[in-house]
C-alpha cells in the first residue's frame, strides 16, 4: 500500500493504515501480520478495558518496533469500566502506542475533565 501511494500520489511514511473491521486477540496476530497494517480501530472490542489490553498486549508481540495506532471508538456503549480505568490502562502502553479515545459526545466533557486531571498528576506535578 505505501509503494502504491508512494508511485502514484506522495510519500506515505507518514501515513498509517488503520483496519476498521471486527479485532480479536486472535484476529489481531493475523491482521497486523502484515506491515501495512499500523494499528486497529475498536468498535464493540473496546467495550471493557480487558479486551482492549488483550488486543494491546497482542499488537505490543506482533508489531515490535513499529508504531502502534489503536482508535477506541466507544459509540453508545454502556461501558462497565469507567473512563478513569481506560485512561489508566492505556496511558500505561509504551511510547510506540498512539492511542485515540472516541467517547460518545455526551461523554466528552467527561473525558475532558479526567484528562486534565491525569495530565496534571502525571505531567506536572512535582517529582519525588
Do not use: H
Not at 3 to 16: L, N, P
Not at 93 to 99: A, G, I, N, R, Y
Amino acid at each position: 500500500m505505501r509503494q502504491f501511494f508512494r508511485d502514484k500520489y506522495w510519500d506515505a511514511s507518514g501515513m498509517y493504515f488503520i483496519y476498521g473491521g471486527r479485532s480479536t486477540p486472535e484476529r489481531t496476530r493475523k491482521i497486523l501480520a502484515d506491515k501495512n497494517i499500523d494499528g486497529l480501530i475498536l468498535g464493540s472490542a473496546c467495550n471493557t478495558v480487558k479486551k482492549i489490553m488483550d488486543i494491546a498486549n497482542t499488537m505490543k508481540d506482533v508489531c515490535s518496533g513499529r508504531t502502534k495506532v489503536l482508535i477506541c471508538n466507544f459509540k453508545a456503549y454502556e461501558l462497565p469500566d469507567t473512563y478513569e480505568r481506560y485512561v489508566s490502562e492505556l496511558g500505561g502502553l509504551p511510547q510506540d502506542f498512539l492511542v485515540f479515545l472516541a467517547p460518545a459526545y455526551t461523554d466528552i466533557r467527561t473525558l475532558v475533565l479526567l484528562l486534565v486531571i491525569v495530565e496534571y498528576l502525571f505531567l506536572e506535578s512535582p517529582k519525588k
